[in-house]
C-alpha cells in the first residue's frame, strides 16, 4: 500500500516557514449550494463526537477509500502539503461504494500522515468547519474517515488544481495563467474569505495562500484546507489569543508579533496572494538575487506608479491588461498588505473592487490570452503537485533559512 511521509506535521503552535520537506513515496463538480448557507458554526469548542455527528458528512471505511483510490497509487497524488498526500480517487454517487476509476464521482482523498499525531486536531477542524459550510467558493467536503489511526477526509475533485501550481510550475500541462483568469480566482478566492469574515460564519481561515486555493474546471477558485481555521473573536472581543501558526510570507506582521488573530489577518494574506498573481512570483524565494527574494519588499516601490509599475507585472501576460486595471489591481494589493491593520480594507470592500475591475478589465481584454480549456486534466494530474516552496511556521523552522525579513518566531513553531 503506498505511503505518504511528511517532516512537516500541521498544529496549534507558532507559525511554519515554506520550503517543504515532504515526499510522496513510490510505495506508497459540484459547485456547492449557490445559496450560502451555514447551518450552525459553534462559538464554543466541541467535543469529537459532537464535530462528527452534526456533521452532514459520509463516514467512509478505510477499506473503500484504499480501493477508490487503488491503494493510494503513488501516480494518483493530487498534491501534497503538511497534512499528507492527496490522492484521486472514484466512488459510486449513491452508494458511496468504491468505483472503477473513469466511473462515478471523482474525489480528492486527504490521507493524515500516520506519523503526524498532531495531524488529528487539524482533521477534525476541517469536518468541523467544511461540515457546516457552504459556498461556491468553499471546496466540498463529502466525508471522512476515522479507523483505528488512519484519519482521512474525502472532498470534491478540483479539476484544476492548486492555483499554486498554475502560477508557479513550469510544465507543458501548466501555461502562465491569463490576467482576466487571474483576476477571476482573486475575486472567487476574495468571496470565499468575505463569506468566511461574514456574520454568518465568523470565521478565520488562518491559512489563505496559493496551494489552499482551488480551482474547478471553469477556473472558478474554491478555498480549501481549514486546518488552521478558527473562531472570530467572540462579542465585545477585538481578537484571538492564539499561538502563531500559519505560513511565513503570507502570516501577517502583527499576528507573527503578538499572536493576536483578527479577519485583517487573513486581508493581508489575500494581499500577499494578489501580489503574487499581479508578478507571477513567489512571495519568498530564496533563488532570487538579494534585494528581491522578498516580493513585498522588492515590489512595493513599484506598485503605486504608472511608469514603473510595468517593471513588476508578470512579463508572461504583457498585453492582456490595460495600465488603469495594473494599477487598480496593485493599489487593492497595496491595501491590503498595510502593515496597520485596522487601515486594512474588510474582504467585502475587496470583493466590491474586484468586481469592478473584472467588469473594466473584461472589456478592455478583448484580445487577451485564454487558458487551454480543454486541456486534459488527467495529464495534468500526472504531475505531483505539493508546496514545496512554502516555510512552515512550526517545529520544521531550524531545518530551513528563515527568508530575509521574516521576524523571529519565539514560539515553538509548527506548520499547517
Ligand atoms: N479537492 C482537491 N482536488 C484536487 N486537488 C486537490 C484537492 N485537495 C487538495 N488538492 C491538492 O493537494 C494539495 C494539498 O492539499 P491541502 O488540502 O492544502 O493539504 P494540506 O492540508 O496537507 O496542506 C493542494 O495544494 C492541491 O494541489
Ligand atoms: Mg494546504
Not at 142 to 161: K, S
Not at 213 to 233: C, H, M, Q, T
Request: proline content about 5%.
Amino acid at each position: 500500500m503506498g505511503s505518504c511521509w511528511s517532516s512537516r506535521v500541521k498544529a496549534e503552535s507558532p507559525l511554519h516557514h515554506g520550503a517543504a520537506s515532504s515526499s510522496c513515496r513510490k510505495d506508497g463538480n459540484n459547485s456547492g449550494d449557490l445559496s450560502s448557507r451555514v447551518s450552525w458554526v459553534p462559538q464554543t469548542p466541541r467535543t469529537e463526537g459532537e464535530i462528527l455527528q452534526s456533521s452532514n458528512l459520509k463516514s467512509f471505511s478505510f477499506n473503500v477509500l484504499t480501493v477508490a483510490t487503488r491503494n493510494f497509487r503513488p501516480d494518483s497524488v493530487l498534491g501534497e502539503g503538511g497534512f499528507g498526500c492527496v490522492f484521486k480517487g472514484w466512488i459510486d454517487e449513491q452508494t458511496f461504494v468504491a468505483a472503477k476509476p473513469g466511473t462515478g464521482l471523482v474525489i480528492a482523498v486527504k490521507r493524515l500522515n500516520t506519523e503526524g499525531i498532531q495531524g488529528h486536531k487539524e482533521w477534525l477542524a476541517e469536518i468541523n468547519y467544511l461540515g457546516q459550510l457552504y459556498h461556491p467558493n468553499l471546496v466540498r467536503l463529502i466525508g471522512y474517515c476515522l479507523e483505528d489511526e488512519h484519519r482521512l477526509l474525502v472532498y470534491e475533485f478540483m479539476p484544476r488544481g492548486s492555483l499554486e501550481n498554475h502560477l508557479f510550475r513550469r510544465s507543458s500541462y501548466h501555461h502562465p495563467l491569463p490576467w482576466k483568469i487571474r483576476l477571476r480566482v482573486a475575486l472567487g478566492s476574495a468571496k470565499g474569505l468575505a463569506f468566511l469574515h461574514s456574520d454568518r460564519a465568523k470565521v478565520i481561515y488562518r491559512d489563505f495562500k496559493t496551494s489552499n486555493i482551488l480551482l474547478d474546471s471553469n477556473y472558478d477558485a474554491k478555498l480549501s484546507d481549514f486546518g488552521l481555521a478558527k473562531d472570530g473573536p467572540a462579542a465585545g472581543k477585538s481578537h484571538v489569543s492564539t499561538r502563531v501558526m500559519g505560513t511565513y510570507g503570507y502570516a501577517a506582521p502583527e499576528y507573527m508579533a503578538t499572536g493576536h488573530l483578527t479577519a485583517r489577518s487573513d486581508v493581508y494574506s489575500f494581499g500577499v496572494v494578489l501580489l503574487e498573481m499581479i508578478c507571477g512570483k513567489r512571495v519568498m524565494d530564496k533563488n532570487r538575487p538579494s534585494g528581491e527574494q522578498n516580493l513585498i519588499e522588492w515590489a512595493k516601490p513599484f506598485l503605486a506608479s504608472k511608469r514603473k509599475i510595468f517593471h513588476i507585472m508578470d512579463a508572461r501576460i504583457q498585453g492582456q491588461y490595460s495600465l488603469a486595471g495594473a494599477l487598480k489591481a496593485a493599489s487593492i494589493a497595496i491595501k491590503c498588505l498595510s502593515p496597520e491593520p485596522k487601515a486594512r480594507p474588510l474582504m467585502h470592500d475587496v470583493v466590491t473592487a474586484l468586481e469592478q475591475l473584472n467588469e473594466s478589465e473584461e472589456r478592455f481584454g478583448a484580445t487577451a490570452g485564454q487558458p487551454n480549456l480543454g486541456r486534459d486534466s488527467s495529464a495534468a494530474s500526472k504531475y505531483r503537485r505539493r508546496s514545496a516552496n512554502d516555510i512552515y511556521i512550526g517545529k520544521s523552522l531550524a531545518s530551513y533559512p528563515r527568508p530575509v525579513h521574516a521576524p523571529v518566531v519565539h514560539a515553538p513553531v509548527v506548520h499547517a
